[in-house]
């Protein structure tokens, strides 16, 4: 059974990255989507393509203010909470604020929720989760002690969630996201995802700096690898795949050199000179683990989630869509 398309949603973050791309997704679906942001991360020209759309409203407010997200869940069937603070960097040398937002900001919007009895609350996790855990690939019941502030908020997210799931009847599903990339993701700022920030720097022809010896893996994922996750979440009927966690990855992992290798290889095709630019390396970074891989099998089982584009597949998507967006 699919949900009804007259249903309201609630994208919290829907400025930024992956929630922008939830929006433009739900709109394109016929859904009626509400966006609440704060614009701390977020972009209003993320949203410029479905502003005038009728069945989009934007709430410009905080999660941290829990009188705004009372505004925010007003009516609202289903909210996908992405709205956070990023960044294990960020959250070492701000713990305070990351801990605000991503913990405090989180039971705001759990406690709204609640209150106004929505259907499902679908949050944003992350791998980070697993922490010092070395077992691969990652199996959402085995997990390590966390290894950055930002690990522990994150950690703190899911637990809240199996609380209010257990105590309220609040149904929860969080996302285990894993190094998402693609299309309106930011490459500017102390903080940029690796992926747009080495674009955008072989495209001026500067020299990508690596952290480490570019053998450190990651399980990369595309952003349209993510947004059939959370459809799924929403739409499931399984009584057992509901008020749990799940991985969302590819399901598969390649190095920082290959990842390199292949973004040259995209981008050359637009300037030749990318091809021969030389890649520097520096020192590891605090709080980085130096393998990252997820077992989607739990997926697969309980959701039906069939992933469609591997690293390579996605890359060449979103190299295209930088170069048209970034020139």
Request: glycine share 8%; with cysteine.
């Amino acid at each position: 059974m699919k949900e009804e398309i007259n249903s309201t949603l609630l994208i919290t973050g829907g400025a930024g990255f992956i929630g922008s791309n939830l929006c433009e997704y739900f709109l394109k679906k016929g859904y009626k989507v509400t966006c609440f942001d704060n614009f701390a991360t977020g972009h209003r020209h993320n949203l410029k393509d479905f502003m005038d759309h009728p069945n989009f409203n934007l709430i410009e407010g905080d999660i941290r203010n829990a009188v705004d997200c009372v505004t925010a869940v007003k009516g609202v069937d289903y909210v996908f909470h992405q709205a956070a603070l990023g960044s294990v960097p960020r959250s070492i040398n701000d713990p305070v604020t990351t801990n605000d937002v991503n913990v405090s900001g989180f039971l705001n919007m759990l406690v709204a929720s609640r209150e106004a009895k929505v259907k499902r609350f679908i949050y944003a996790a992350s791998s980070s989760t697993y922490g010092d855990s070395e077992g691969l690939p990652k199996v959402e019941d085995i997990i390590g002690k966390p290894l950055s502030p930002y690990a522990i908020t994150k950690y703190v997210n899911e637990l809240y969630a199996e609380i209010f799931s257990n105590t309220y009847g609040l149904q929860t599903i969080g996302l285990r996201y894993f190094n998402v990339f693609g299309r309106k993701q930011d490459p500017k700022g102390a903080y940029a995802a690796v992926i747009p920030k080495f674009v955008m720097q072989l495209m001026q022809h500067e020299s990508p700096k690596i952290n480490g010896d570019g053998n450190y893996s990651r399980d990369f994922t595309y952003i349209d690898n993510v947004i059939q996750m959370n459809e799924l979440a929403m739409t499931t009927v399984n009584p057992a795949a509901i008020n749990t966690v799940y991985n969302t990855a590819y399901g598969d992992r390649n190095t920082l050199n290959n990842l390199v290798h292949y973004l040259k290889e995209y981008l050359s095709k637009y300037d030749s000179k990318i091809a021969t630019i030389e890649i520097e390396y520096g020192p590891n970074r605090a709080g980085d683990i130096p393998h990252s891989l997820a077992s989607i099998d739990k997926a697969k089982e309980l959701l039906g989630y069939n992933p469609r584009y591997s690293l390579q597949q996605g890359l060449q998507e979103a190299v295209d869509w930088y170069w048209e967006n970034l020139k």
